[in-house]
């Protein structure tokens, strides 16, 4: 990423009186030139929840990216039993070739872009793939725990659909990246891109029995 001018963006952070650190280049600063380095200051207040931040200049939004966990203030609750496990996430995409060479070709013949090569769950694209570590992401749970997983869309342009299957109950529990009264999920969830969900679920077997 060297090569390019890059911003920082934290999405879902209210920058309520720092609008300056909210990271969109030309927007509300000027990119950050290789070799350069520039400090966000700004302070995440009254939000509880699942935040993220990722690269802001054109696509290299496909390149770093992280969560930011809020849990609640001491002395107060979840808005539901509080988890036995609290794991992040995060779903991308990677591409063999240059992120950055993809949309210029794009823009030069006026052609949709390419697709990715792989989609990745925490930056490892599964089994299937010469990149990947031998196993894809594994969270370990018990028979009648409480869970919460905090799920991130960083993908570039995809929408994605997502399901638990042999659960008690779930719920979600997400508006904007904060915590809210949950909703109960029937089928499956639509996750639009640069998109953040708060899942709570009850597993009522044992992995691996049927």
Not at 52 to 78: C, E, F
Not at 91 to 114: C, F, H, K, S, Y
Request: aromatic content about 10%; proline content about 5%; some cysteine.
């Amino acid at each position: 990423m060297a090569r390019y001018n890059v911003t920082i963006h934290w999405h879902g952070a209210r920058q309520i009186t720092t609008p300056w650190a909210d990271g969109p280049d030309f927007i509300t600063q000027c990119p950050i030139r290789p070799g350069g380095s520039y400090t966000y200051r700004f302070t995440i207040s009254g939000q509880e929840g699942t935040l993220w931040w990722h690269a802001h200049s054109s696509w290299l939004r496909a390149t770093v990216n992280g969560a930011i966990v809020i849990h609640p203030k001491l002395g107060d609750s979840y808005l539901f039993p509080k988890p036995k496990c609290d794991s992040v996430i995060a779903l991308g995409e990677w591409w063999d070739a240059n992120p950055i060479e993809v949309i210029r070709e794009a823009t030069r013949t006026g052609a949709t872009p390419n697709v990715s090569d792989a989609y990745t769950i925490n930056g490892q694209p599964g089994d299937l793939y010469k990149c990947s570590n031998k196993d894809t992401v594994i969270v370990p749970i018990d028979s009648g725990e409480t869970n919460l997983i905090r799920v991130i869309n960083s993908t570039l342009n995809q929408q994605l659909f997502i399901t638990i299957v042999h659960v008690s109950s779930s719920h979600c529990h997400c508006k904007n990246g904060n915590f809210k009264e949950g909703k109960a999920i029937e089928s499956f969830l639509t996750l639009m891109t640069t998109r953040m969900l708060m899942l709570i679920w009850v597993m009522n077997r044992k992995m691996g029995s049927k």
